[in-house]
């Protein structure tokens, strides 16, 4: 069965940081691209980063550009998202999601969230 | 950017009433859409992928189809238990992009 359990939410100061991890279990993590993807309190789902299975291909919206990095570790089966000069627009529940191809296509998965409130 | 533009926002209908939601990709997209079921207080669940291809385990009613820019959702027969939002997603270039959402109520 998979498995996507996200951790690292929490409340935080505008301008801090925090990081965002998902263990991953139940596939072959190395075998397919992840993403985060994110929504805001009664709001719509809003794509934030993805990473190809092997780390070669990383995209990110525009909205986290530059603040914002996603990274892989394969030995350990696990996602992360490191995010710098948090906005009160970052507030939002974040998704660990599980791609059904190596690149980008259709999220198969989903954690149940984490949430990350910024606010001072 | 790729937009995505989905409508209606929300639709009211009748128990065993035909549902039709479409998504607009602000260019072309080939077949690159994927359609998903997100109920209160739970994470998405993916329906059609590659714009009509029915995920493994989804009922029949829920149906998708288009290519291009122009993309349909359809349920053929509303159930109660299809009460959710639902977006469109495309997928191109190192980016995926979601459409706004229609949430589907039972009238």
């Known amino acids: 069965e998979v498995q996507l359990v996200e951790s690292g939410g929490g409340l935080v100061q505008p301008g801090r940081s925090l990081r965002l991890s998902c263990a991953a279990s139940?596939?072959?993590?190395?075998?397919?691209?992840m993403h985060w993807v994110r929504q805001a309190p009664g709001k719509g789902l809003e794509w934030v980063s993805g990473?190809?299975?092997?780390?070669?291909?990383?995209g990110y919206a525009d909205s986290v550009k530059g603040r914002f990095t996603i990274s892989r570790d394969n030995a350990k089966n696990s996602l992360y998202l490191q995010m710098n000069s948090l906005r009160a627009e970052d507030t939002a529940l974040y998704y660990c999601?599980?791609?059904?191809?190596?690149?980008?296509?259709?999220?198969?998965?989903w954690g149940q969230g984490t949430l990350v409130t910024v606010s001072s | 950017d790729i937009q995505m533009t989905q409508s209606p926002s929300s639709l009211s209908a009748s128990v065993g009433d035909r549902v039709t939601i479409t998504c607009q990709a602000s260019?072309?997209?080939?077949?690159?859409l994927n359609w998903y079921q997100q109920k209160p207080g739970k994470a998405p669940k993916l329906l059609i992928y590659?714009?009509?291809n029915l995920e493994t385990g989804v009922p029949s009613r829920f149906s998708g189809s288009g290519s291009g820019t122009d993309f349909t959702f359809t349920i053929s027969s509303l159930q109660p238990e299809d009460i959710a939002t639902y977006y469109c997603?495309?997928?191109?270039?190192?980016?995926?992009?979601f459409g706004g959402g229609t949430k589907v109520e039972i009238k």
């Open positions: 990473i190809s299975w092997n780390s070669g291909s990383i």
């Open positions: 590659d714009a009509s």
């Open positions: 260019q072309d997209i080939s077949n690159y």
């Open positions: 139940g596939f072959t993590f190395d075998d397919y691209a």
């Open positions: 999601a599980k791609d059904s191809s190596s690149g980008w296509a259709a999220v198969d998965y």
């Open positions: 997603q495309q997928y191109d270039n190192l980016a995926l992009t």
